[in-house]
Nanobody
Framework: QVQLVESGGGLVQAGGSLRLSCAAS??????MGWFRQAPGKEREFVAA???????DYVDSVKGRFTIARDNAKNTVYLQMNSLKPEDTAVYYC??????????????????WGQGTQVTVSS
């Protein structure tokens, strides 16, 4: 069983940066990802990283966000730069113990964190 604890959300001005962290305890996951959900919108894939280090991003964050993983600490990070008001959302960390061809699919993930709010002001 995996438990996820997120941290690092907050309020930042447009153009600023934030780093989200997600510490996992319990069984090691093969892949970890970040999703976000803005008010009135569906949950959206943001980024994912596998144990060997392969990464995937949604087009809207490419070049601005970086996902990284410290396997020794069982922690995944999301460095968010050049933030925009449209990045405002609750960000969720997720863990998958499965091998999958598509880690952008929320159904791939077994465990979810509680979410952390990111607000970007204009």
């Amino acid at each position: 069983q995996v438990q996820l604890v997120e941290s690092g959300g907050g309020l930042v001005q447009a153009g600023g940066s934030l780093r989200l962290s997600c510490a996992a305890s319990g069984r090691t996951s093969y892949a970890m990802g970040w999703f976000r959900q803005a008010p009135g919108k569906e949950r959206e894939f943001v980024a994912a990283i596998t144990w060997p280090g392969s990464t995937d991003y949604v087009d809207s964050v490419k070049g601005r966000f970086t996902i990284a993983r410290d396997n020794a600490k069982n922690t995944v990070y999301l460095q968010m730069n050049s933030l925009k008001p449209e990045d405002t959302a609750v960000y969720y960390c997720a863990a998958s113990t499965s091998l999958s061809p598509d880690y952008s699919d929320y159904k791939t993930y077994d465990t979810w964190g509680q979410g952390t709010q990111v607000t970007v002001s204009s």
